[in-house]
């Protein structure tokens, strides 16, 4: 059914008074806090701290204070730019988490409506109709259930492939024009911003409906068997969404680093094209050089957003079980009673069917309801604690209690790191230190060495992989991939260690 102009003016007038990215776009300010997000936002990687966000966005206001046209004040531009982020922190246009602040899907729909306003790229070129055309074609073929159309058109790309191998085995390759390498190199840029935005909506929508299930909970409408369906129901249907589907995809693939790797691989070998600057201005380029990383990125948050849900979930059935096992004890304190009144040294007594199971322990100098009773503190005694020091053996702690303090000892290592280091006289790199030096806690001494070459202003080389293989206790074998950094003693020894 076709809307009407009034009911399509109604829909815009709607999302003009309640979504985020028109609310800004029509705002008074809009040009200087999209200015100011996107400047930050492009060089960060993990949001933003709400202190820098604010020192940004007082700068920029206190810059543009002597034009009437913004209605700053010049003398509060710091409290100012506080009210503008909580206003749109609280329109949900950016989101703070932890004391740093993120960008949403609205966000990224006004900037990249801004962007479009002085866009060049044009969409409509002949590469694209050929494009369109395949698509149709492959459409057609792939809903067609006719077995002769279906054999006609594997045929034909089974005769084009074998042409195309005759044409490269002969020397003979084909690549694309000028014109055709911009196209494609903006076309994918499109398709990798399309992609956060993806990610982006998930992680929107996740929260909405982490949203509504903590309303679900604090109303108490629901027993607990209904909130567990509620959270895997609105999984499902978050990952049915295209969006969603898109998420599902690159997670499966987070799984196989083969596939990453490769997608790394081939971005590196198109942004060393020559053609590269004339497709992309440089904060093009960055964005896409740094696309797997922003979209592993991406991808934590969304799980970040999940794992929120699904702790919810449990704390709340934990809580509820807990007054269940209560109540219950409860019901068998009141059994057990009237089970006291009972003569119980009359054998046919003893004797009689009753439903209930036989439970208990042979303990014959206590009466069996009496050790079957639900142990649980007099309301009418009042017990108070018992804060006297209490001696103890060291043999009578128990495991858990020394295992909370096997932590990594970082001066040890730090100086076993240096004497091995010494003797080698030598750079010595990650895998090679973690053989001579076996970790006893993996990643935290592998990010204390990352750490140590950094402070020493050794390169860590993050393109160049090595690969170490620990095995643990339980001879299970760990593989780790590691950036290179060749740590030397000559660079490290001088340096003031802060623990």
Not at 292 to 314: G, I, N
Not at 344 to 363: D, E, Y
Request: net charge negative; proline share 3%; hydrophobic share 40%.
């Amino acid at each position: 059914m076709e809307e009407s102009a009034q009911q399509r003016s109604e829909r815009y007038i709607s999302a003009r008074n309640q979504h985020p990215a028109w609310l800004l776009l029509a705002s008074r300010r809009a040009p200087l806090v999209l200015g100011c997000l996107r400047t930050l936002f492009e060089r960060a990687h993990d949001g933003i701290a709400m202190e820098d966000a604010l020192q940004a966005l007082a700068t920029i206001l206190a810059t543009y204070a002597s034009q009437d046209l913004y209605e700053i004040s010049p003398e509060d531009t710091h409290l100012q730019a506080g009210r503008e982020l909580r206003e749109w922190i609280k329109r949900r246009l950016i989101i703070e988490r932890e004391g740093r602040i993120y960008a949403t899907d609205a966000l990224e729909v006004a900037i990249q409506f801004v962007e479009s306003l002085d866009s060049r790229i044009m969409t409509s070129t002949a590469s694209r109709l050929s494009v369109v055309q395949r698509e149709i074609e492959n459409l057609e073929t792939g809903l067609n259930p006719s077995k002769e159309s279906r054999i006609a058109s594997l045929r034909r790309r089974i005769k084009d492939l074998e042409f195309e191998l005759e044409q490269a085995e002969a020397g003979q390759i084909s690549v694309l024009d000028e014109a055709q390498a911009i196209e494609g190199i903006r076309e994918v840029y499109n398709l990798a911003v399309g992609l956060r935005a993806d990610f982006r909506r998930v992680e929107d929508s996740w929260r909405e409906a982490d949203r509504a299930l903590r309303q679900s909970i604090i109303s108490e409408q629901y027993h607990r068997g209904e909130i567990v369906d509620r959270l895997l129901d609105g999984q499902d249907a978050l990952l049915n969404t295209p969006e969603g589907r898109v998420f599902d995809s690159f997670q499966q693939q987070l799984r196989q680093s083969i596939e990453l790797d490769n997608m790394r691989a081939r971005l590196r070998t198109i942004l060393r094209h020559p053609t590269i600057p004339k497709a992309l201005n440089r904060s093009q380029q960055m964005e896409l050089q740094w696309l797997v990383l922003r979209l592993v990125q991406e991808t934590q948050s969304v799980l970040q957003a999940r794992a929120r849900s699904e702790r919810d979930v449990k704390g709340f059935m934990k809580t509820g079980l807990a007054a269940e096992h209560h109540r219950v004890g409860h019901l068998l304190n009141e059994i057990f009673n009237l089970a006291l009144t009972i003569d119980w040294q009359r054998q046919s007594v003893r004797r009689q069917a009753v439903p209930l199971p036989p439970v208990g322990v042979a303990i014959t100098s206590v009466p069996a309801a009496e050790r079957l009773r639900f142990k649980a503190l007099d309301d009418e005694e009042r017990s108070e604690l018992n804060l006297h020091d209490k001696q103890a053996g060291l043999d009578q702690i128990g495991d858990d209690f020394w295992d909370a303090f096997d932590g990594l000892d970082r001066e040890t290592l730090i100086r076993n790191t240096l004497s091995i280091l010494a003797e080698q006289r030598r750079p010595v790199s990650l895998g090679e230190l973690a053989h001579l030096l076996p970790p006893a806690h993996d990643l935290e001494t592998f990010a204390l060495w990352l750490g140590m070459a950094r402070e020493a202003g050794i390169e860590v080389l993050d393109k160049e992989r090595e690969t170490v293989e620990l095995v643990d206790d339980e001879q299970r074998r760990w593989i780790f991939h590691l950036p290179y950094a060749g740590l030397e003693s000559e660079a490290l020894k001088d340096i003031d260690w802060e623990l």
